[in-house]
């Protein structure tokens, strides 16, 4: 189901590659939001985009971006020395009477210290890692879709809200990340043929059965176990990944968001375990994708038809 994704979060390759303009104004509103809403997702490499900002619409969008990082720094170190003094009372505890309590203490503030410096010193970073790039269902991401006669680059949620739905659909449908192409005349009828997109991606990642990685059955008495693997397309390129999207909207909320179209799996992905996968299209498609007929869906299966069809080389996730 493609349930994250490696994708391009920088804007201006967007501009470079594709002729592209970039929407300021949803840039800066989702940033002002995130100081709001605690579930707005938005990677470090998108923030980097803002890094050296040259217009005063990007200085704006940058000092949102340094207010929110200032406020999870303190916030870190307030919850630092917190678990710091608890593991301080386990160790004590655990000197003087060990018991059950004080060992999971022990274990758990260890735990979370860790994670909470790993956290902290990734604010502070400023050399982009993979992982500042890779998206999951909730994540913000620069998509391009077609608006007043061209390309234009929006911040988008990846999981589509439907237009006219509820927002309890959210968490009703939480699959909603995933367009599968037999769903797309049912489910997401008000969108294909209507509403599409791109993301730009040069790998995915999946939930498997160990079993059926290993290419085997399960053992008597073995439980399942799920790892997750990184597939990659060989030789390593960018894919413009088919997808639709919403421009979701009620009284006092507006709302962009796209799902990944995906489809029956390679062999060597259907090999490694999964069911399905992201749709990769042609360039030379790009425009008459953004641009769909409603009228014409036979040319719209063509497009997804004639894909780009990659070696997917997959490997465990790190």
């Not at 720094?73 to 004080?102: G, H, I, M, N, Y």
């Not at 400023?126 to 909730?138: N, V």
Request: with cysteine; net charge negative.
């Amino acid at each position: 189901m493609c349930y994250s994704a490696q994708v391009q979060a920088d804007y201006k390759k967007y501009v470079t590659m594709f002729g592209a303009e970039m929407s300021i104004r949803e840039f800066y509103e989702v940033f002002y939001r995130r100081g709001l809403d605690a579930k707005i997702k938005i990677p470090k490499a998108v923030e980097a985009s803002f890094a050296n900002p040259q217009t005063d619409d990007e200085h704006a969008i940058k000092a949102l971006i340094d207010e929110h990082n200032d406020k999870q720094a303190a916030k870190f170190e307030e919850e630092l020395v917190r678990q710091k003094k608890r593991l301080a009372d386990a160790e004590r505890s655990l000197q003087s009477k060990p018991t059950k309590k004080a060992q999971e203490d022990q274990r758990i503030a260890s735990d979370k210290i860790r994670q909470l410096m790993t956290r902290h010193a990734d604010l502070k970073r400023t050399e982009l890692l993979d992982r500042d790039s890779r998206i999951y269902p909730g994540s913000y991401v620069p998509a391009m879709i077609w608006e007043d006669g061209k390309r234009v680059i929006k911040p988008m949620r990846y999981q589509c809200r439907p237009a006219g739905k509820p927002a309890f659909y959210d968490e009703k449908y939480p699959g909603t990340y995933n367009a599968r192409r037999d769903n797309l005349e049912g489910f997401w009828k008000g969108q294909f043929g209507h509403t599409h997109g791109v993301i730009v991606c040069d790998a995915f990642y999946e939930n498997v059965s160990r079993h059926k990685v290993e290419g085997r059955e399960l053992a008597e008495g073995e439980a399942e176990e799920n790892v997750v693997l990184e597939f990659r397309p060989q030789p390593r390129q960018d894919m413009l990944i088919a997808c639709i999207y919403s421009n979701w909207q009620s009284a006092d909320e507006e709302l962009w968001s796209f799902a990944a179209i995906t489809d029956e799996p390679p062999a060597e992905v259907a090999a490694a375990g999964h069911d399905r996968c992201i749709i990769p299209i042609k360039e030379e498609h790009l425009d008459a994708w953004l641009t769909p007929n409603p009228k014409r869906l036979n040319g719209l299966y063509a497009i997804l038809d004639d894909r780009q069809r990659p070696y997917y080389e997959y490997s465990m996730a790190a």
